[in-house]
């Protein structure tokens, strides 16, 4: 049997967090360190880390890491990275930090413990080669820009031992797979090419056509939700799970496709954010990512294919998962069926394609959706969704 992709940059995944039997003790040592908050961002990070969705970082970067992360998509060590892991911090807290000084690592929401982490490095950065490399604009409006701005003086860098994965466990009992866990799936079920599809909506006609088309040429796919902080009018991750879970059980062969999620907070970087997520689907055993029109971008910021020509410009061995491009899919009256604008040589009046502001006010007024756009089963279900709202009196965002 072929092998599945190796992990990238290691010949194994590596999850950082501590073994269970030696938690409650590092715990214990946590507790009396200098407490850091992490916001959401960098909460998400530390879970990545903790599975080894980020293999082969061991932790936070350094300002090298950063800067060749940013200029050259590399590491210092040559290992390409196309977005820096940072855990930027204010000044202030940490003008207290001594060097090698072993902090604690908390999310500032909860005041949950997290994890402890060895300071390496304290370290300044230009903000503005961070905007204008990863997220090739300036523009404060747009969200992972702004986050990047508003975030604090200074990196703090530093190998990180993780002691929680927070609830993601037992809030996603069913989706929280791990890198090593969807492995061992993989193998077990004879599957080495295996294609990722990113989401983090619920999967329409046109989303099931890039999986049928995708599972025609792989031995699996792997359906693969963010399960880290939503956009305002995003479907809740459970309403979602279960929409997708209708799709793969009433037009999927048993067997084809597995659910599951990762604890990973959108950048909205686009191009940059395609290779990211190519990156972390090699961790988790995927030998192909499936990336459409306009992947992980947000307003106008890049062009609708920017994210597929991204990845012909990396150098060889560079990222061993690759990429399954696709143009803007929808059903053709014309031509009867699912179909691209790669193979269709119809009028656009001849699609169904409705816009997601058009779909949420089709769902929240209880209107027909065309079973060509998408399933009744998952229709179903998010017209639940939207009536449970409406008996609660929130007016969903459009
Ligand atoms: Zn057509």
């Known amino acids: 049997m072929p092998p599945l992709v190796p992990p990238h940059g290691s010949e194994?995944?590596?999850?950082?967090?501590l073994p269970e039997t030696e938690r409650a003790e590092e715990r214990k040592r946590a507790e009396k360190l200098r407490k850091i908050p992490l916001d959401s961002r960098a909460v998400c990070d530390v879970f990545m880390l903790a599975m080894g969705a980020y293999t082969p970082l061991d932790?936070?970067?350094?300002?090298?890491?950063?800067?060749?992360?940013?200029?050259?998509?590399?590491?210092?060590s040559g290992v390409f990275w196309p977005i820096p892991i940072t855990l930027p911090i204010n000044k202030d807290l940490a003008d207290g930090i001594r060097a090698n000084e072993q902090v604690t690592l908390t999310n500032a929401q909860t005041g949950d413990i997290l994890a402890s982490m060895q300071v390496s490095e304290k370290c300044r950065i230009d903000r503005q080669i961070e905007a204008a490399h990863v997220y090739r604009t300036a523009d404060p409006k747009h969200p992972g820009v702004a986050k990047v701005l508003d975030q604090g003086d200074v990196n703090l860098a530093g190998r990180v031992m993780v002691l929680s994965e927070g609830e993601y466990p037992v809030k996603f009992a069913d989706l929280y797979i791990r890198p090593a866990e969807s492995r061992a799936m993989f193998l077990e079920r004879?599957?080495?090419?295996?294609?990722?599809?990113q989401t983090r909506n619920p999967m329409h006609r046109s989303h099931e056509h890039l999986v049928k088309i995708a599972a025609e040429v792989s031995d699996g796919v792997f359906i693969h939700q963010v399960l880290g902080k939503l956009k305002a009018g995003?479907?809740?991750?459970?309403?979602?799970?279960?929409?997708?879970?209708?799709?793969?059980?009433?037009?999927?062969?048993?067997?084809?496709?597995?659910?599951?999620?990762?604890?990973?907070?959108?950048?909205?970087?686009?191009?940059?954010?395609?290779?990211?997520?190519a990156l972390i689907r090699q961790n988790f055993g995927c030998s192909h990512l499936i990336v459409g029109r306009d992947h992980a971008g947000?307003?106008?910021?890049?062009?609708?294919?920017?994210?597929?020509?991204?990845?012909d410009q990396l150098w060889d061995g560079a990222l061993l998962t690759k990429v399954l491009k696709f143009d803007v899919t929808f059903y053709c009256r014309r031509c009867h069926g699912m179909a691209t604008a790669k193979t269709c040589p119809h009028d656009p009046g001849q699609h169904i394609s409705i816009s997601g502001t058009q779909q949420r006010e089709m769902l929240s007024?209880?209107?027909?959706?065309?079973?060509?756009?998408?399933?009744?089963?998952?229709?179903?279900?998010?017209k639940e969704h939207y009536a449970s709202l409406r008996s609660m009196g929130v007016a969903p965002a459009s």
Not at 12 to 17: I, Q, R, T
Not at 253 to 270: C, D, L, N
């Open 365 to 382: 007024t209880d209107a027909d959706i065309p079973p060509e756009f998408s399933r009744p089963e998952v229709v179903a279900i998010l």
């Open 59 to 76: 932790g936070f970067m350094g300002h090298d890491d950063w800067r060749g992360s940013c200029l050259d998509m590399k590491l210092a």
């Open 234 to 277: 995003d479907i809740p991750a459970d309403v979602r799970t279960r929409a997708i879970r209708a799709m793969i059980d009433n037009y999927f062969r048993p067997g084809t496709v597995i659910q599951g999620g990762y604890p990973f907070e959108m950048r909205y970087a686009g191009p940059r954010e395609a290779l990211l997520h």
């Open 298 to 311: 947000v307003g106008d910021y890049y062009g609708p294919f920017d994210a597929h020509h991204i990845f």
């Open 190 to 197: 004879g599957w080495s090419r295996v294609a990722a599809f």
């Open 12 to 17: 194994s995944v590596k999850p950082l967090l």
